[in-house]
């Protein structure tokens, strides 16, 4: 995508009122596609070279490394941000459903094999406990409530006004959203177990399961009813599909250009600066940066009234990831029993998740994600090899102690032990080549503050009205979409963020 026009002409005024994008992670590029639709004339500019941000790929050596989201759920949300842009999203993207969804497995050989039937999971469930099926059952119908209530009503509005806020407090209170996922599985299962296997989701938007709130338990529910997908050419063509969309509707990408400032004047931003002091101007204003990013960097010279540097130190931010992304040789139907999803426990659940998001401690132990798509879709790998990452949550680096240039072998090496002690002996021998992230990765790529794998943590006191706004409290103009911002971080979660965007920027007729 790189142009090699000059930067002026991509953002020449065409007689539409323009809109900047910073950032073109998924939900920058939602935002876009919106704005497009809404009328604007759109530049998106992004320090990397290709779109997706975290949903972006790097290929080596024949082997196509998806850098972030694997899962893809809710796919009406998807056809639903293309249908607002004119188009199918079925024509675009082939998604393909997974069942069994993901298997979890223990240090003594238990197996919790997650799978769209609930008889199936009924059946699972026993097998671990059987008095806890009727904890399931009841377990799902509370996920489906918080799922009308939190996903689907204020999840896709904007929550920007206090008042709003207030109004649903007896709601929260009534679903008693102060209690934790972990606490609200521990009270309909249990066995701990049981209790892991129903409350690790957050961590897949960053969350410590012990005190994001339990409306986070939406996730089974939404698992159950629009299954478990896999976009077939990985999120990272999906993300290439987003962009196409954008240039479609006349909008421009500015690749490997890092914006330096937003430019505000009069309490109006109107405008950015790129590195190198090149300075575009705009009649809206949207960050996909971290919200964090956006205003201890991009805004450091403008005065704030709420996220001032101090507000901004105090902010809990979710843990990092150590990723460790693997291509191998000659392995394709070998170690038969390892799927695209696997979940590795450790010996410690709740111990561990206290180590990482409240000590900020590197455990000896640990736990793990295995994703293998070679076995979905041929197209990641050669004939006859596959690819893998396997990603460990670890703290972010506002904690102090890991240095991590020098622990990364280490940590590698005892991952590399586990993964072929309980899953895939021999692996070492087969593995071609090779790629790791750690938190540092995530500071310096993605430009995420602590190095942060999803932004701000999603408390109860950092969500909705209590999260960055949508709508810049800072300076108007301003937008802000992408994880830090409301509702929060995963792929479903940006893209309702662009939805939310769509309600609060104006229609580009009106605008000039
Ligand atoms: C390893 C991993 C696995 C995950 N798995 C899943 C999953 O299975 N399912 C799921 O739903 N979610 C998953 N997630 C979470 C999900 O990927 C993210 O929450 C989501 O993609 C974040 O999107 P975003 O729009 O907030 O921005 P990002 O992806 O963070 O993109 C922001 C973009 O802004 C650019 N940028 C930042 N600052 C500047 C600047 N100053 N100038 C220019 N450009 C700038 C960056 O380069 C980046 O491209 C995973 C995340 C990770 C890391």
Known sequence: MTRLEPIESLHAADGRPRALV????????AAAMRLGAKGYAVTVIDKLDVPG??????????????????????PQLYEELWAACGRDFHQDVKLKSLDPFYEIRWPDGTKFVAQHDTDKMRAEVAKIEPRDVAGFDRFLRDSEERYWFGF????RRPMHKLWDLIKVLPRFAWLRADRSVYAHAKRRFRNDKLRMAFSFHPLFIGGDPCHVTSMYILVSYLEKQFGVHYAMGGIAGMARKMADIVEGQGGAFLMNTQVSDIVVRNGRACG???????????????????????????????????????RLKRTRYSMSLFVWYFGTKGTRGKWADVGHHTILNGPRYTELLNDIFMKGKLAEDFSLYVHRPSVTDPSVAPDGDDTFYVLSPVPHLGHEGVDWAEETARYKARVLKVLEEQTMPGLGEHIVTEQVFTPDTFRDRYLSPRGAGFSIEPRILQSAWFRPHNISEEAEGLYLVGAGTHPGAGVPGVISTAEVLGQLVPDAETVR
């Not at 910073?22 to 590029?29: E, K, N, Q, R, V």
């Not at 941000?53 to 809710?74: C, N, Y």
């Not at 689907?152 to 999840?155: I, P, R, S, V, Y």
Request: hydrophobic share 35%; charged share 20%; net charge negative.
């Open 22 to 29: 910073i950032g073109a992670g998924l939900g920058g590029l």
């Open 53 to 74: 941000g975290r949903g972006s790929a790097i290929w080596q050596e024949g082997h196509r490394f998806d850098l972030g989201p694997t899962i893809v759920t809710v």
């Open 152 to 155: 689907e009503d204020l999840g």
């Open 272 to 310: 950015v600066k790129l590195e190198g002091g090149l300075e575009l101007s705009a009649d809206v204003v949207v960050s996909n940066a971290d919200a964090g990013h956006t205003y201890d960097t991009l805004m450091q010279r403008a005065p704030k009234r709420r996220w001032t540097p101090t």
